[in-house]
């Protein structure tokens, strides 16, 4: 069984407790307007091109089979309809302006790369993160890894958008540490104007895991104009004060990533934005500190 995955990342202190490799899956039921890593959007591999890198010596254009390469005015000219990401342009591209992102990997392979760190998990009380993208859409060949990691008693976060059917978080709720949970909007409409999808299955999911007693971070990323509405952060203030939830993290939007929607041919519908103050989040981290939870301003 093999799955897809973008990056394995080693030492993340972010992502759950102690020192952590963090695995980020490729493909996500999301299309969030503020998605920092478009490049785990799409389950299968892709292209990213940095243009400012490619001198347009067409040594590409001749390796690609599909003739998806042209020189048009002197730039490199992509025809992605054409494309089967064989990913032969980039192996040529002296220049590394055409790169794949993503690749298949098989069960054993991941389970090798994340048992070469087991020492730092042991001594900072770590352990490995499935990050994405949402990990969950590749549920079985997530839940085959889990189960070696567990055998092994390395620690397990999921973090999940929680967008997908029951059954596949059913997959992999027993080998589950730890949930870092998304909640982008208590506004359905508006969480489907924004996310491309309705925030009822993720709360419903959210409830279940509470009803389970599973450990749950609450990950809210604050976008101002989006989603920073005092009244909106309320309900979801009353709506977790009544589940099973360990902490709040409030993760201040930031522009960090947002030049890889040109370097993937993809639109970047939120422009503009300023990142909220600090003022602002901390007066927002007070809404949920007022009903008894405990907050964290970033990861
Ligand atoms: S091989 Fe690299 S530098 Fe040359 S045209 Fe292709 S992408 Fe540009
Ligand atoms: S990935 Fe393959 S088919 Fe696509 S542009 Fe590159 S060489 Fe051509």
């Not at 992102?101 to 389970?111: A, H, N, Q, R, T």
């Not at 042991?122 to 567990?150: H, W, Y």
């Not at 999808?197 to 809210?220: A, C, F, H, Q, T």
């Not at 990142?275 to 939870?293: C, Q, R």
Request: proline content about 4%; overall charge neutral; some cysteine.
């Amino acid at each position: 069984m093999k799955g897809t995955i973008i990056n394995i990342q080693k030492y993340s202190i972010h992502d759950g407790p102690g020192i952590r490799t963090t695995v980020f899956f490729k493909g996500c039921p999301l299309n969030c307007w503020w998605c920092h890593n478009p490049e785990s959007q799409h389950l299968e591999p892709e292209v990213m091109y940095w243009e400012e890198k490619c001198t347009a010596c067409g040594n590409c254009i001749k390796h690609c089979p599909k003739g998806a390469l042209s020189i048009v005015d002197g730039k490199l000219k992509y025809n992605s309809e054409s494309c089967e990401l064989c990913s032969e342009c980039s192996k040529y591209c002296i220049n590394e302006a055409r790169v794949i992102k993503g690749k298949y990997i098989s069960v054993d392979e991941l389970f090798k790369e994340i048992m070469k760190d087991q020492v730092f998990y042991d001594e900072s009380n770590g352990g490995v993160t499935f990050s994405g993208g949402e990990p969950l859409i590749q549920a079985d060949f997530l839940r085959e890894v889990m189960k070696k990691c567990k055998r092994m008693d390395i620690h397990t976060t999921i973090d999940t958008c929680g967008y997908v059917s029951w059954d596949k978080f059913e997959k992999i709720v027993d080998y589950t540490d730890l949930f870092l949970y998304d909640l982008k909007h208590m506004n359905s409409d508006k969480h489907k104007i924004y996310t491309s999808v309705p925030n009822e299955l993720i709360l419903d999911n959210l409830k279940k895991l509470s009803d389970l007693g599973k450990n749950i971070y609450i990950r809210m990323p604050i976008i101002p104009g989006v989603n920073d509405d005092i009244e909106d952060l309320k309900k979801a203030a009353e709506l977790l004060k009544n589940l099973n939830i360990i902490q709040v993290n409030l993760l201040p939007y930031h522009k960090m990533g947002m030049d890889k929607y040109k370097r993937l041919n993809m639109d970047l519908k939120l422009q503009e934005i300023q990142e909220p103050s600090h003022a602002k989040m901390n007066e927002l981290s007070e809404i949920f500190k007022n009903v008894g939870l405990k907050v964290k301003i970033g990861g």
